[in-house]
């Protein structure tokens, strides 16, 4: 084992960090004007101005890294603003909305071969409640409304994107 910053890493027999210990957690970021989700042809979710947040909790996921990522997509500055400049304002300066989607896919890995492995997403029952933890935070920063998908579901997604304005963080 390899510890780095606090993290424990495996060696592989070549005495090379194993890879596939090597996750975090994933965020798909999209400014978008309007955006809604469906389970079984029920709208569960929907909002307007803000942000589509699809994240994927990874294995050996831990609750700092989704108050982390929440931090952050408080904090970002990705709305026009007096100057015209798109990094003059965050979500609540606009008083923006976000629907946040449970995307265990953005774990696959198509590194070896044609179809995506997903060995890197959390199992469920370790997967929710770090998905429930981020939602939580993103309230407790002040986001006024916050909505979701259905954990684990199929979802029909539908978004207009704004800008566009898309962006991947990871912690």
């Known amino acids: 084992m390899l510890s780095v910053f606090g993290r424990e890493y495996s060696i592989d027999w070549r005495g ?3 890879p596939r210990t090597l996750f975090s957690m994933r965020l798909l970021l999209q400014r ?3 955006a809604s989700v469906m389970v079984d042809g029920e709208t569960i979710g ?3 101005k803000g942000y589509l947040l699809f994240i994927a909790v ?3 996921d831990e609750l700092s890294q989704a108050e982390w990522l929440a931090q952050k997509v408080v904090h970002l500055r990705l709305f026009d603003g007096e100057n015209g400049k ?3 304002q965050t979500l609540r300066d606009v008083g ?3 629907l946040v989607i449970s995307q265990f896919t953005l774990a696959g890995s198509v590194e070896n071969g044609n179809r995506p492995e997903y060995i890197a997403a959390a199992p469920p029952a370790t997967a929710e409640p770090l998905y429930r933890h981020f939602i939580d935070q993103l309230v407790s920063l002040g986001v006024t409304r916050v909505q979701t998908g259905k954990f684990g579901a199929h ?5 207009v994107n704004d800008g566009p304005v898309t962006l991947w963080l990871e912690k």
């Not at 979802?155 to 978004?159: N, Q």
């Open 16 to 18: 090379c960090v194993n």
């Open 32 to 34: 978008v004007s309007r």
């Open 46 to 48: 929907s909002m307007k």
């Open 58 to 60: 990874m294995q050996g």
């Open 86 to 88: 798109i990094n003059d």
């Open 96 to 98: 923006g909305e976000i």
């Open 155 to 159: 979802m029909d997604v539908e978004l």
